[in-house]
């Protein structure tokens, strides 16, 4: 089950780290913004040097944490 850690709300971002299905703990910074929400994931972090399945799991955990934090907030 996902759990909220903690969540900081300033203005037009939000922070928020959290407790994943497999225990281990990531963080997202949510920007809102007039064309949308924009997402910096932990999993995001040297994830352009990632390449072939490496990549994918690294997108796949970041999706798992927007998703998380769509649902948590």
Same mark, same amino acid.
Do not use: P, W
């Given at each position: ?7 900081h709300? @300033?203005? *037009?971002?939000?922070?928020?780290? /959290?407790? $994943?299905?497999n ?8 920007? +809102? !913004?007039?064309?949308?929400?924009? @997402?910096? *994931?932990?999993?995001?972090?040297? /994830?352009? $040097? ?10 796949? +955990? !970041?999706?798992?944490?927007i ?7």
């Open positions: 089950m996902q759990e909220k850690l903690v969540e709300t @300033y203005g *037009t971002h939000i922070y928020m780290k /959290m407790r $994943l299905d225990k281990i703990i990531e963080e997202i910074d949510v920007y +809102l !913004r007039k064309d949308g929400e924009h @997402y910096i *994931t932990s999993a995001d972090h040297g /994830m352009e $040097l990632c390449s072939g399945e490496s990549l994918k799991q690294k997108q796949k +955990l !970041r999706q798992e944490i998703d998380a934090f769509n649902e948590l907030y």
